[in-house]
T-cell receptor, first 108, second 115 residues
């Protein structure tokens, strides 16, 4: 059972389109992290959000932490084929638990 | 930055044998380490949390006698898959917490195949 509901699980879009990935939970987290993982490798941290309502931008990626610190979103603007990969959200308290992941494919 | 070295990266073993996976923090002391399991095209599932010098805490449904975790020092945690079976084949990843609020670092993972 995963504490974090991540959606969508699969997403296939054309280059240049925008997309949003959602991560929701009934639990409050001290922080929430977003990772990207390539096949056969460990996840790589993209961002950590800590404060309710916080918004962080990383180039074309925008991350938001819900006011109640129970949910988060990842928005990608003008997606590129290089954005293809598995995106994971992870809620942090005394441990770290992951959402189901979103497998993104960006077609040229 | 904090680096976690995980070995081996790939291992193939026969059914019934045991396999040990090591996770080392190279430039920091890891008071807590986490072990995850990942099936193909799935997310990471937390298996257990290990704290240096004490027994590991296992998640519900994870057999502690099958997945032995030892965290004997501040830089090393090991996961031993005992009496491995084909259904144990998976990608295992460790993560270390350096003691800071947000300092989680992942190993590169171990692909275990049991034949």
């Amino acid at each position: 059972t995963q504490l974090l509901e991540q959606s969508p699980q699969f997403l296939s879009i054309q280059e240049g389109e925008n997309l949003t990935v959602y991560c929701n939970s009934s639990s409050v987290f001290s922080s929430l992290q977003w990772y990207r993982q390539e096949p056969g490798e460990g996840p790589v941290l993209l961002v950590t959000v800590v404060t309710g309502g916080e918004v962080k931008k990383l180039k074309r990626l925008t991350f938001q932490f819900g006011d109640a610190r129970k949910d988060s979103s990842l928005h990608i603007t003008a997606a590129q084929p290089g954005d293809t990969g598995l995106y994971l959200c992870a809620g942090v308290n005394n441990d770290m638990r992951f959402g189901a992941g979103t497998r993104l494919t960006v077609k040229p | 930055g904090a680096v976690v070295s995980q070995h081996p990266s790939r291992v193939i073993c026969k059914s019934g044998t045991s396999v040990k996976i090591e996770c080392r923090s190279l430039d920091f002391q890891a008071t807590t380490m986490f072990w995850y399991r990942q099936f193909p095209k799935k997310s990471l599932m937390l298996m257990a949390t290990s704290n240096e010098g004490s027994k590991a805490t296992y998640e519900q449904g994870v057999e502690k006698d099958k997945f032995l975790i030892n965290h004997a020092s501040l830089t090393l945690s090991t996961l031993t898959v005992t009496s491995a079976h084909p259904e144990d084949s998976s990608f295992y990843i460790c993560s270390a917490k350096a003691g800071t609020a947000y300092g989680y670092t992942f190993g590169s993972g171990t692909r275990l195949t049991v034949v």
